[in-house]
Structure formats: structure tokens, C-alpha cells
């Protein structure tokens, strides 16, 4: 793997020589894979601890739905979902922690409770988020969307996807360093599923590589996602085996350094036995 440091608020994260794992904490209702599992702010703490016992190298706690036509939901009930479960996970745990949300507000609250990394699936186009993120040091993760959840797949069109998420890539960059977010703290997400056809996906996977050329990590977010069921027919439940191929593809590739995913312990498994063949064997 390439050994690209990733900087959150005085931490550095290397996906070197295997790639990180995120392990996901939907505290919500209606997401598209786990929606209501978790909702509870005491069995969210659970599962992310358990997720950590599994191997997880980050958590990224979400208290809004980005699933395909998800409403939008207020800053202070995306607060009162995520805030406790945050805080009580930074207090019991020692692994970094994300927050995937769109708005500042919630942002900077979660960062005050312990988070060190912004994970924003607007790619950080609202002012508020960038100059937070100037401020903070925390680490971000810059993800591309056609759109919103709300219209994202409806007929998402691209002369050239790779290309076109590429110079995304370039335009956020310059952007938010011109800002004064500091280089080392951006990973970058292609954002698969996010206002992207089965065939839009299939060349994002096939070209992943291509964004390593900014010399930043990329995460990918494949977990139990619609272009799996569609390839092999199996409900969201059922796409663990799916999900993981991806995965190894992609870091066999050389294309990922975050894999963010529901099933921590195969990934954890996975990535350990990249690091053996690959990682200390070169």
C-alpha cells in the first residue's frame, strides 16, 4: 500500500502497509442497510465497541440517512441522535472517531465531544464546513455526489465519470488548501452508489487507481450497496461476501487505503492477510 499519512487533529492515521478499516455506526432510522438497528443511543455505543473488538481502526457515527431519497433531517435531531453515542465512544475508546454529517453545526459539536475526522458526503462544499475544518485540523473525507440524496439517482449522466470525479478531486483540493485546510488531513471518496448507475460504478472500480495520483488516501464505501444486489440478485443482508470482493479488488489494486464498511471482522481478516502476502513481502 502506499503510505499516504492522514492527519486528524494532532493524530496520524497510516494505511500503510495495509489499508484502514471504518467501521460504520448508523444512528437512524431509515438507512438503507441497518436503519433502526441502532437508533438507540446505548445500543449505538454497543455496536460500535463491539466494532472496535472486531478490529475496526475508525468509527464513523452518521445520524442522518444519505440512502437514495432520504429526507433531510434538522441539525438539532441529527445532534440529539449522534452527540451522546460520540461522546460516550470517545470517553471508551481510544480509536479514532468520525462524523458523517453535512452540517457545521454538527460538525463542530462532535468534534468538541471527541471526533477528530469530518466526513462529509457533500464534499465539503458548504463555507461553514471548510473554515471548520481550517480551524479544527481535523481530518476530512471529501466525497463526490451527483446531486442529492434526495434526486442523486434519478438518470445520473457523466461524458466520463473517472474523469469527472477526478477533476471534482482537483477543484476540492485546491479549494479547501486555499482555505487553509491543511493537504495531509484530505482523503478523498468517489462516492460509489452516489448519483452513479450500475455502469457508472463498474468504471469507477475498474479506474479507482487513478485518483491515487493526489498523493491522498482514498476511501471506498462499497458496504452492502444497490450495484451489489444488482450484480448478484442478493438482499441487503446477504451482500457481505459481495462487499468484501470488492474490497480486495480495490486493495489489491492498490486503489483503497480506507474501506468503510458494515462487517468489520471479515474486512479486519481480509486486510491482515494483505499485510502478511503483500504488505511484508515486497
Known amino acids: 500500500m502506499n503510505d499516504f499519512p492522514w492527519h486528524c487533529r494532532g493524530r496520524v492515521l497510516t494505511p500503510a502497509p495495509r489499508p484502514l478499516v471504518m467501521g460504520i455506526v448508523n444512528v437512524t432510522p431509515d438507512s438503507f442497510s441497518d436503519g433502526g438497528n441502532y437508533f438507540d443511543p446505548a445500543i449505538a455505543v454497543e455496536h460500535g465497541l463491539q466494532l472496535v473488538a472486531d478490529g475496526a481502526d475508525i468509527l464513523d457515527i452518521g445520524g442522518e440517512s444519505t440512502r437514495p431519497g432520504a429526507d433531510p433531517v434538522p441539525a438539532?435531531?441529527?445532534?440529539?441522535?449522534?452527540?451522546?453515542?460520540?461522546?460516550?465512544?470517545?470517553?471508551?475508546?481510544?480509536?479514532?472517531?468520525?462524523?458523517?454529517?453535512?452540517?457545521?453545526?454538527?460538525?463542530?459539536?462532535?468534534?468538541?465531544?471527541?471526533?477528530?475526522?469530518?466526513?462529509?458526503?457533500?464534499?465539503?462544499?458548504?463555507?461553514?464546513?471548510?473554515r471548520l475544518a481550517a480551524r479544527t485540523g481535523a481530518g476530512v473525507v471529501v466525497?463526490?455526489?451527483?446531486?442529492?440524496?434526495?434526486?442523486?439517482?434519478?438518470?445520473?449522466?457523466?461524458?466520463?465519470?473517472v474523469r469527472e470525479v477526478d477533476d471534482f478531486f482537483v477543484e476540492r483540493i485546491a479549494a479547501l488548501t486555499a482555505a487553509g485546510v491543511d493537504p495531509n488531513t484530505i482523503c478523498l471518496d468517489p462516492g460509489i452508489g452516489f448519483g452513479k448507475t450500475l455502469d457508472h460504478t463498474r468504471q469507477q472500480l475498474k479506474h479507482l487507481a487513478v485518483h491515487a495520483r493526489h498523493g491522498r488516501p482514498v476511501c471506498l464505501g462499497v458496504s452492502r450497496k444497490g450495484f451489489l444486489g444488482q450484480i448478484t440478485g442478493r438482499p441487503r443482508a446477504e451482500r457481505a461476501a459481495a462487499t468484501l470482493a470488492v474490497n480486495c479488488f480495490a486493495?489489491?489494486?492498490?486503489?483503497?487505503?480506507?474501506?468503510?464498511?458494515?462487517?468489520?471482522?471479515?474486512?479486519?481478516?481480509?486486510?491482515?492477510?494483505?499485510?502478511?502476502?503483500?504488505?511484508r513481502v515486497e
Open 76 to 130: 438539532d435531531e441529527e445532534l440529539r441522535r449522534v452527540l451522546p453515542v460520540v461522546a460516550e465512544l470517545a470517553r471508551r475508546t481510544a480509536i479514532p472517531i468520525s462524523i458523517d454529517t453535512l452540517k457545521a453545526e454538527v460538525g463542530e459539536r462532535c468534534l468538541d465531544a471527541g471526533a477528530v475526522i469530518l466526513n462529509d458526503v457533500s464534499g465539503f462544499r458548504d463555507p461553514a464546513m471548510v
Open 143 to 161: 466525497m463526490h455526489m451527483q446531486g442529492d440524496p434526495q434526486t442523486m439517482q434519478f438518470g445520473p449522466t457523466y461524458a466520463d465519470v
Open 251 to 279: 486493495v489489491a489494486g492498490r486503489a483503497a487505503h480506507v474501506l468503510r464498511v458494515h462487517d468489520v471482522a471479515c474486512t479486519r481478516d481480509a486486510v491482515l492477510l494483505w499485510e502478511q502476502v503483500h504488505g
